[in-house]
């Protein structure tokens, strides 16, 4: 008891930065009660939520490292490396906007506000706003995968702020495409050709072989990314 404010502490096994697991007593305010008694129940709610969590001591990894030590390196061996490297660039850039807590005690309410923070701070649209909603979902969806949460996924209903809508892609008429194909050498004619008439994507027509054009047709078997 600290003057009339009842303090609960207990003791748990936290990891640390290194992965190892020490001991710990941390310390949680309780708030004013008129008597011991009052505040031994509420102490006693509080243990069973502290308890619960504490059934696995990895719910005390902090997000980021979590994120950084545990998410990137299951996505690196299932995702192609085009993907993880989005992820990760999605991951600096907005980083310094999420709260530092541990993992069982990110709430619906720190997915909110951290979105509002990055919608204040960058003006970014709408779309972006879904994809950085869409990756920490899926952050805390591997958490639950593996044990280290049972609680549900806070990111689920966070709602995103009144953003903007991004801006429209510019499409090229079929007399400018001609236009291109007429001024450009051969080569690039090609490209441009390829790009503007079949869809692929940058990667995947950096990555096409002639072995790739068989019967008249044009197969794509693979994407190239980085060079």
């Not at 979590?66 to 991951?91: A, D, M």
């Not at 990756?135 to 609680?151: C, E, N, P, Q």
């Amino acid at each position: 008891k600290k003057g009339r404010v009842y303090m609960l502490r207990w003791r748990e096994e936290k990891r640390q930065p290194d992965g190892e697991l020490k001991v710990v007593q941390p310390s949680k305010s309780l708030g004013y009660f008129r008597t011991k008694s009052e505040a031994r129940a509420a102490a006693d709610v509080e243990m069973r939520k502290i308890n619960a969590a504490l059934q696995n001591p990895e719910s005390t990894t902090h997000l980021a490292d979590f994120i950084e030590h545990h998410y990137f390196p299951h996505i690196e061996k299932r995702l192609r490396p085009s993907t993880v490297h989005g992820y990760k660039r999605l991951w600096q850039d907005y980083k310094h906007f999420w709260p530092s807590l541990e993992l069982r005690e990110f709430r619906t309410l720190h997915g909110n506000q951290a979105l509002e923070r990055i919608h204040e701070a960058r003006d970014v649209s709408k779309s972006t706003l879904k994809n950085i909603k869409s990756f920490m979902s899926a952050v805390f969806k591997h958490a639950r995968r593996t044990g280290i949460l049972d609680s549900p996924n806070p990111m689920v209903d966070v709602s995103l702020p009144a953003a903007r809508e991004g801006a429209d892609t510019y499409a090229y008429s079929l007399e400018e495409v001609t236009g291109m194909l007429m001024r450009l050498p051969l080569r690039s004619a090609a490209v441009v050709a390829i790009a503007a008439f079949t869809g692929l994507r940058k990667g995947e027509i950096g990555a096409l072989r002639w072995e790739n054009y068989r019967e008249d047709l044009l197969y794509v078997e693979k994407s190239k990314w980085r060079g």
